[in-house]
């Protein structure tokens, strides 16, 4: 894959935005995770469980539709829990272990995956577009943008826990 390739140049935008992400959150413990600034606002857990649940239906369920394994990344009731629209609420959440399993793993699975796409077939319009994109490639773009969307919400979260800015 070159790095004309729309579909290498998605992937590394997609992988860009977990290694920012990722530094974001190395030095929150984890019993900070479900810590709310003001109650009924966001909280780490939430972010980072919806960025795992988006990650797959932006990168995977659209551009190749469920597969039989994805169940073992990610679970149906995961996905209820922190889908578009979902309440980051205080108390009946994973752990922050499963959070960050499933947060590795669903990003593990689009690595392995999307960079032998042929960039050919990411171009037809979806079934059902997204206000953001209409196809495939488009999805794939829009991944890393809401990732990095969510990168800011994680970021101030940071700072209203005391952190310091990264940079």
Same mark, same amino acid.
């Given at each position: ?38 109650? +009924? ?27 039989? +394994?994805? %169940? *073992? ?5 995961? %996905? %209820? ?18 959070? %960050? ?43 890393? *943008? ?15 826990? +005391? ?5």
């Amino acid at each position: 894959m070159t790095e004309s390739n729309p579909v290498y140049k998605a992937v590394e935008r997609i992988d860009q935005a977990r290694r920012y992400t990722l530094e974001l959150i190395r030095d929150v413990d984890d019993s900070d995770w479900f810590c709310e600034p003001m109650p +009924g606002t966001t909280h780490l857990a939430w972010q980072l469980g919806h960025l795992a649940m988006a990650e797959y239906a932006l990168a995977l369920m659209r551009v190749r539709d469920a597969q039989p +394994g994805d %169940r *073992d990344i990610i679970s149906r009731d995961f %996905r %209820r829990h922190f889908f578009k629209g979902s309440k980051p609420e205080p108390s009946g959440n994973p752990s922050p272990d499963e959070i %960050r399993t499933v947060f590795n793993a669903v990003h593990a699975q689009v690595m392995q995956e999307v960079p032998s796409l042929d960039p050919a077939s990411l171009t037809n319009a979806l079934a059902a577009p997204h206000p953001m994109f209409d196809t495939k490639l488009g999805a794939l773009e829009f991944c890393a *943008d809401h990732e990095f969307l969510h990168a800011g919400q994680i970021g101030l979260l940071r700072r209203l826990l +005391g952190k310091k800015p990264l940079r």
